[in-house]
């Protein structure tokens, strides 16, 4: 989180709304309709435009996404860097080229 937006995340106007919101979605990723664990605002949030409810608390600007979903929205892996799915979609750890584990 962001050193500016940890007022905005932490007060009662901004939960009350991430879990109004999350509710009314019945808590599923609006991407994929799997469980949702973020409410993500969809225009990205700023030191201009935080205080800004019309951006910051409005529902026109928020979808439930899943961690996989958020991860995607921002470029993040959906694993750690010592890790990778298979063929299968099964969890498994990377070794190196060349290791005993290869």
Known sequence: MKPFAKKFYKSKAWQDCRDAFFKSRFGLCERC????????H??????GNINDPSVSL??????????????????LSSTSADTMFDAFGNLIHRYPPGSKYE
């Open 33 to 40: 309709g799997a469980g949702g664990v973020i409410v993500h």
């Open 42 to 47: 969809k225009t990205k949030l700023t030191p």
């Open 58 to 75: 409005s529902w026109d600007n928020l979808e439930v996404l899943c961690q996989a979903c958020h991860n995607k929205e921002h470029g």
